[in-house]
């Protein structure tokens, strides 16, 4: 965690001592200080900062993508500035509480209602966006990113610098809905880390190095369903007494998927005997 | 064109090894020095627990690597100057399956890198490679731009070959391959890459149709366009000292933007100084912009 400027710190210590990450809703309680961070005017200073950090070393990189620019990465939280400049071809159900803050002119869109029946972690095709509302935030205004119940479209007339703090990932995957119908069209995982564990699952089990047993039979235990079955369907091709424990156990995953897949590959087990 | 180097043998060296060969025995920004190392890349190659003890540690961690950030590329150590990783590349089945993401991996796609790289194949088959050249220095840089991309070859990367990529010269596409494929490459990161461009290109028009987001210009240029978005009355001062001094191009322009932004009074004046900047892209742009500002 980099650290921040002086100027920045009594931000992040007082972000840090109302938002507890294990206790989600304590991120409401995060609004007082982010109003303060932008009436104090440091984001300037900050930007400037930055600036003068490159004309000091013009090859100097701070915590940037092409997206945004991260002032502080917390405690399970970020704070970064970005331009809203593209209107995004989905829909995406968020998978973190956020602040957004326009600082620019307003910022406007469309507010829809999680379907009926939605589970993140079970993506259901079926599935149709409620509209909601629209949205219409005024400059220096604080929208409550609600993403347990609401999914966002923004407008995006013209670029449109906005501060957003948001909570790390609270739920595995990404949802994207189609803009014309509503309907739910895909869903990818919220963390790169949860697609670099099912590939590193995936060439494990096409490799078969038996010293890789041990780490996949931990991955069958991670919190993300589509790991835990990687590693189970993997394991299975490292050891065949290591993969039916596992696939037995999985028959009473928490997710459904998992248990479906479980109990065919069992079924399909037995009409081979 | 990309070196090809005939690099057979059935030494094994160990990671640390080669990070010793590489530190005391390398000139890392010598292409003939890096090229005489292939023989070496391909023994760190030939130990086949090299990618699974990776694989096992990034479970083991959970992602404490993080280093890279790609389901596609395996951190495996680094020194001064470079460092060594491993690339993934899924077979053509496993892509149509589902079972591995088309969209995490680099395929299909004409690019070239701001960087060197020597690559030997550790597992599988092999890619399949289309290599093009062009010449950096003619090209101009805004996207859609015509690039006289010259077509040297289609090869099938195999086991006792290391191929050597030049900087901004060599340009490549890949294949997926018949089966799971597993490359090991030494990655030349100087800081100078940090101000060169990388494109991709579009093979039917060749055209540049975009520039990588992980590319530094590219980061630079979203500070900057927040500077020109939110900056104050000292902003206007630094900008300047940017657009003027840096040494990327992009950077420049990226500077010149934001300071028309903030200042939208002065553009005129700000788009004639863009328009002596050595660059063509810069100089360009700026002729254009002031045209506009004329039409307006």
Request: glycine letters at 4%; a neutral charge.
């Amino acid at each position: 965690m980099a650290a921040s400027p002086s100027y920045l710190a009594d931000f992040v210590r007082e972000i840090e001592s109302r938002y507890t990450p294990a206790n989600t809703e304590t991120f409401w309680l995060c609004d007082e200080p982010i109003q303060r961070l932008i009436a104090s005017g440091v984001l300037s200073r900050w930007i400037n900062e930055q600036l003068q950090s490159l004309i000091n070393d013009a090859q100097h990189l701070g915590d940037w993508t092409a997206a945004e620019t991260v002032l502080h990465r917390g405690k399970g939280w970020t704070a970064s500035l970005a331009i809203f400049d593209t209107p995004r071809r989905f829909i995406h159900a968020l998978p973190f509480l956020g602040f957004y803050v326009p600082l620019d002119s307003t910022l406007t869109g469309q507010r829809y209602g999680l379907p009926r029946g939605f589970r993140n972690d079970v993506f259901d095709p079926s599935l149709r966006l409620e509209p909601a509302g629209s949205l219409n935030v005024e400059r220096n205004e604080l929208l409550r990113l609600e993403t347990d119940r609401f999914v966002y479209d923004f407008h995006i007339p013209r670029p449109l610098p906005v501060l957003r703090i948001i909570s790390n990932s609270l739920r595995p995957l990404e949802w994207l809905f189609s803009k014309s119908t509503l309907q739910a069209w895909q869903a990818n995982d919220a963390e790169l880390s949860s697609t670099q564990l099912r590939v590193a699952a995936f060439v494990l089990g096409k490799i078969a190095h038996h010293s890789s047993i041990a780490p996949l039979r931990q991955l069958g235990s991670h919190p993300h369903h589509a790991v835990r079955w990687s590693a189970i369907q993997n394991l299975g091709r490292l050891s065949r007494s290591e993969a039916l424990l596992k696939i037995r156990e999985a028959v009473n995953d928490p997710h459904p998927h998992v248990r479906r897949a479980a109990q065919k590959t069992l079924d399909q087990l037995d009409k081979k005997h | 064109m990309a070196l090809s180097i005939p690099c057979s043998t059935t030494n094994v060296i160990s990671i640390d090894e080669y990070l010793d060969h590489v530190r005391t025995q390398v000139k890392i920004r010598d292409f003939d020095s890096v090229a005489g190392s292939a023989r070496m890349l391909r023994a760190l190659a030939n130990d086949r627990a090299l990618i699974v003890r990776g694989l096992n540690s990034r479970i083991e961690n959970y992602l404490a690597d993080g280093v890279l950030p790609s389901a596609q590329a395996l951190f495996l150590a680094g020194g001064d100057g470079f460092y060594v990783r491993a690339a993934i590349w899924p077979a053509i089945n496993d892509m149509v399956s589902g079972r591995a993401y088309q969209d995490q991996f680099a395929y299909n796609l004409a690019h070239d890198h701001n960087f060197s790289f020597m690559t030997v194949n550790h597992l599988g088959p092999g890619y399949e490679t289309e290599l093009y050249e062009y010449d950096y220095d003619k090209v101009e840089g805004f996207v859609g731009e015509a690039v006289d991309l010259r077509f040297v070859e289609k090869v099938r990367f195999g086991a006792d070959i290391a191929m050597l990529y030049r900087a901004n010269r060599d340009v490549h596409v890949q294949y997926p391959p018949t089966e799971l494929t597993i490359t090991v490459n030494l990655m030349v990161a100087d800081r100078d890459s940090l101000l060169r461009d990388q494109y991709f290109f579009d093979l039917a028009t060749r055209t540049i149709a975009g520039y990588p987001p992980e590319l530094a210009a590219t980061k630079r240029q979203s500070l900057l366009n927040l500077a020109g978005f939110l900056g104050d009355d000292n902003t206007a001062q630094l900008l300047n000292d940017l657009a003027l001094r840096h040494p990327c191009k992009k950077t420049r322009l990226s500077a010149f933007n934001a300071l028309s932004r903030q200042q939208p009074h002065e553009a005129a004046s700000i788009w004639g100084r863009a328009s002596a900047d050595p660059a063509p892209l810069v100089a360009n742009t700026a002729r254009k912009r002031l045209q506009n500002l004329e039409n307006a």
